[in-house]
């Protein structure tokens, strides 16, 4: 076994930490964290670029037979004491688990034909957006893209998206200006997510071809001058008196009539 690491001052822990509590600290290093066994395994699985990998004593004893058995030449593993491990993590009943991940290296979008996409406008709350993610991984959504929306490698999101996160092509594109006009020179047909009466009901289009559906932030839904330069407004049809839903549950709702 590694020897047992008890300091709070280790350079990696506080690493760990940094990384875990500033966005600014993890673009400027452009690593992020992970915590918990089987996100861990989903990146180890997936190959996501670990750089190190961290347990509890009890963990190590749990499951560090399994995790070992990974291609860890480009990982540096650590073991440290259980009081430690509870002092850097995010949940109340810690499996003991901890990684730090890389940021993958910025993309562009490829809009191949009846492509579907799936534009988060403003979403500020990390569990949101982290199911939206899983949600468009597990309906086959071809790519998420975050528009002025709240840090995608923070612990909230990645904890929220279940692994999702590594199989998902995600995008940063925060210049409304440049995502729109990319959009257009694409043909992408863009409908904005609305609560409007006059909008089309969901329900009744037929999408084809290019399409990305823009879902807004969950108190104000999508500022009026978004939503009038989509290529139109779509809204999901309600009874009684209930006027909006969740922004997550509402997102999977649209990416379900995306699909179809």
């Known amino acids: 076994m590694e020897n047992i690491i008890t300091s709070k001052d280790n350079p990696v822990i506080k690493l760990y930490q940094k990384l875990s509590s500033s966005k600014k600290e993890r673009l400027q290093y452009g690593l992020f964290v992970l ?15 670990i750089t190190h990998l961290i347990l509890t004593k009890n963990a190590y004893d749990k499951y560090g037979e399994e995790l070992l058995q990974a291609d860890l030449r480009n990982t540096k593993t650590l073991v440290i004491s259980n009081e430690l491990g509870n002092r850097i993590a995010a949940t109340d009943t810690t499996q003991g688990v901890f990684s730090i991940c890389r940021i993958p290296a910025a993309k562009t979008p490829v809009f191949s034909d009846n492509c579907r996409y799936a534009v988060l406008y403003g979403l500020q709350d990390p569990g949101n957006v982290g199911m939206i993610i899983r949600t468009a991984d597990a309906l086959g959504i071809d790519g ?74 969950e108190g104000n839904g999508l500022p009026h001058d978004t939503a009038m330069r989509c290529s139109r407004r779509i809204t999901i049809p309600m009874n009684g008196t209930i006027n909006s839903l969740n922004a997550a549950m509402a997102a999977g709702i649209l990416m379900w009539e995306l699909k179809k």
């Open 35 to 49: 915590e918990g066994l089987r996100i861990t395994e989903d990146a180890l699985r997936e190959e996501s670029g």
């Open 144 to 217: 998420v893209i975050l528009c002025g929306s709240c840090d995608v490698y923070s612990p909230k999101v990645i904890r929220a998206t279940m692994g999702s996160v590594f199989r998902m092509s995600i995008y940063v594109i925060n210049d409304t200006e440049a995502l729109f006009s990319m959009l257009e020179k694409e043909n992408v047909e863009t409908s904005a997510a609305v609560i409007d009466e006059d909008a089309v009901k969901v329900t009744d289009i037929k999408f084809s071809g290019r399409q990305a559906v823009f879902i807004g932030n």
